[in-house]
């Protein structure tokens, strides 16, 4: 719990803040003369902005901005990696992009540090897989249903991100990829002629809505840590009207600004990522030890088998 509220969602929320700021930057990019000096700290003033937007937004009533807004950023999402991947195909197939991608593995790197940190780039990809279990409560049988939708889910989550990642190759080299923390903006400007120019607004609406939920997650953890006295009351408190936690809210934007002047964005989500990782695997020993000790725990406990 600690973990998770002090670190790992404030850090996801401070990538994310950053990454929207590299895209806007990237769009502007294309009308104005940007400074190299002063793109980082335009990236962080930008990020800021718009974490005190979001933070705004979740003061109020979750249907009066929140959740629409959410709804828009989830249907840009889609279309974005739609338009990716079509696109890749197309030049694929009938442009005959295809250098890229005849050895694929050539100058890999298997050191085993940069492989940790590889792996922890492409987990923080499919971060989220575990959430589905908070509202386990709101599921009609769970015992059939969660497996079911986490098979399907991760499995469709999978071939999207990799159809995504295969179209990144089809039009960009391996060190373009790796030189930039904005790809999908390279990726339209190779493919897409003018309407590239769009593209990192669009990428940038989605990260608006990823900020969003995540920010969203954080503060009721936060909130629903303090009501059972782990965290001091002050960040239980709910505002009347609303029925927001605005002290929550308030605490994970903090904290967010704060630790994005740790490092910048790769130092930032390996530090994510081992908090993450670190609190799932004493997690499962945790599990191991009740399945072999045989704890009672609750009768409506989803069970799956151990190699699960």
């Given at each position: 719990?600690?973990?998770?509220?002090?670190?790992?969602?404030?850090?996801?929320?401070?990538?994310?803040?950053e990454?929207?700021?590299?895209?806007?930057?990237?769009?502007?990019?294309?009308?104005?003369?940007?400074?190299?000096?002063?793109?980082?700290?335009?990236?962080?003033?930008?990020?800021?902005?718009?974490?005190?937007?979001?933070?705004?937004?979740?003061?109020?009533?979750?249907?009066?901005?929140?959740?629409?807004?959410?709804?828009?950023?989830?249907v840009?999402?889609?279309?974005?990696?739609?338009?990716?991947?079509?696109?890749?195909?197309?030049?694929?197939?009938?442009?005959?992009?295809?250098?890229?991608?005849?050895?694929?593995?050539?100058?890999?790197?298997?050191?085993?540090?940069?492989?940790?940190?590889?792996?922890?780039?492409?987990?923080?990809?499919?971060?989220g897989?575990?959430?589905?279990?908070?509202?386990?409560?709101?599921?009609?049988?769970p015992?059939?249903?969660?497996?079911?939708?986490?098979?399907s889910?991760?499995?469709?989550?999978?071939?999207?991100?990799?159809?995504?990642?295969?179209?990144?190759?089809?039009?960009l080299?391996?060190?373009?990829?790796?030189?930039?923390?904005?790809?999908?903006?390279?990726?339209?400007?190779?493919?897409?002629?003018?309407?590239?120019?769009?593209?990192?607004?669009?990428?940038?609406?989605?990260?608006v809505?990823?900020?969003?939920?995540?920010?969203?997650?954080?503060?009721?953890?936060m909130?629903?840590?303090?009501r059972?006295?782990?965290?001091?009351?002050?960040?239980?408190?709910?505002?009347?009207?609303?029925?927001?936690?605005?002290?929550?809210?308030?605490?994970?934007?903090?904290?967010?600004?704060?630790?994005?002047?740790?490092?910048?964005?790769?130092?930032?989500?390996?530090?994510?990522?081992?908090?993450?990782?670190?609190?799932r695997?004493?997690t499962?020993v945790?599990?191991?030890?009740?399945?072999?000790?045989?704890?009672?725990v609750?009768?409506?406990?989803?069970?799956?088998p151990?190699?699960?």
């Amino acid at each position: 719990m600690f973990v998770s509220v002090l670190m790992t969602y404030p850090a996801t929320i401070a990538i994310i803040a950053e990454t929207f700021g590299q895209y806007l930057i990237e769009g502007l990019r294309q009308v104005y003369e940007i400074d190299d000096d002063w793109a980082p700290m335009a990236q962080k003033l930008f990020g800021f902005s718009l974490l005190l937007l979001v933070t705004w937004m979740n003061f109020f009533s979750l249907n009066k901005f929140a959740a629409r807004f959410q709804i828009v950023a989830t249907v840009a999402k889609l279309l974005s990696c739609f338009l990716i991947i079509v696109t890749g195909l197309y030049y694929y197939y009938v442009k005959g992009w295809k250098s890229n991608l005849r050895d694929p593995m050539k100058g890999s790197n298997y050191k085993a540090g940069d492989l940790i940190l590889g792996f922890y780039g492409g987990l923080w990809a499919y971060s989220g897989w575990d959430v589905l279990n908070y509202s386990t409560g709101e599921i009609a049988n769970p015992r059939r249903n969660v497996p079911l939708a986490l098979l399907s889910g991760i499995a469709t989550v999978t071939a999207v991100y990799v159809s995504i990642n295969v179209a990144y190759f089809v039009a960009l080299d391996v060190e373009t990829v790796k030189s930039s923390n904005a790809v999908a903006a390279l990726f339209s400007q190779a493919t897409l002629g003018s309407f590239a120019n769009l593209i990192p607004f669009l990428i940038g609406v989605l990260l608006v809505g990823s900020l969003n939920s995540n920010l969203f997650s954080g503060s009721r953890y936060m909130y629903a840590a303090a009501r059972q006295g782990h965290l001091p009351t002050c960040f239980s408190c709910v505002n009347t009207e609303t029925e927001s936690p605005r002290v929550a809210i308030i605490a994970q934007s903090v904290l967010a600004i704060a630790i994005s002047f740790v490092g910048d964005l790769d130092a930032l989500i390996g530090y994510v990522m081992f908090g993450f990782w670190a609190q799932r695997v004493f997690t499962l020993v945790a599990l191991l030890i009740i399945r072999h000790n045989r704890i009672p725990v609750h009768p409506e406990a989803v069970r799956v088998p151990l190699w699960w």
